[in-house]
């Protein structure tokens, strides 16, 4: 996943985190801008980083958190993914009118969790109704139908009940076992010193 940042091309989202930590820790007293504070708390939203997300929500002044309403509306996503309320974060991330680079991150992160509420209901249910699936998914039952039919599900005669087939899991990625070993390595030398 990339996003594009004013003036430095298109760069990875990990490689972006990475930055924003560095930048506060390096500036004055620790603040940032309300806009980078707004990427900074999506980022860790689309990378299922919670306790990051709410230890930044805690040091974030008070007078940026009262001035920003997309930071709010940020953390009521977060709010919503700390409590498990599945259909709460499709809402939260409808229900605001994102800027810029913000909009991509929450775009992402509609989708990953969309993904992982697929494979939720997948390994859950054998049946479900397609109004529970709906507000799972955070769409209407005509939009959840559809989507059912392309993941190849059964859709019962009366359109009202759906049986969920597993997901094929996608073959291991191959691990690099020369660079696991070498931070393995880095990591034992650290604690030794």
Not at 75 to 93: A, N, P, T
Not at 133 to 138: D, M, T, V
Request: aromatic share 6%; proline share 2%; glycine share 6%.
């Amino acid at each position: 996943m990339d996003v594009s940042v004013s003036g430095a091309g298109a760069i990875n989202y990990e490689d972006r985190l990475l930055m924003i930590e560095q930048q506060e820790l390096e500036s004055q007293q620790g603040h940032l801008p309300p806009e980078i504070y707004c990427e900074f708390i999506a980022l860790y939203l689309l990378q299922g980083d919670l306790n990051n997300c709410k230890l930044l929500w805690k040091r974030i002044p008070t007078e940026v958190k009262a001035d920003c309403a997309e930071l709010a509306s940020l953390w009521e996503i977060g709010k919503c993914l700390l409590k498990r309320d599945l259909s709460g974060v499709f809402q939260k991330c409808n229900g605001h009118a994102w800027s810029g680079v913000t909009q991509n991150i929450v775009d992402d992160l509609k989708c990953k969790h969309k993904e992982k509420c697929i494979d939720l209901i997948c390994k859950t249910y054998s049946t479900i109704t397609a109004e529970s699936a709906a507000s799972i998914l955070g769409c209407s039952v005509d939009e959840c139908l559809t989507l059912s039919a392309q993941l190849g599900w059964e859709i019962e005669q009366d359109r009202k009940t759906l049986r969920p087939t597993k997901q094929q899991r996608k073959a291991n990625v191959s691990i690099d076992n020369e660079s696991h070993l070498q931070k393995l390595t880095q990591y034992i030398s650290f604690l030794e010193t």
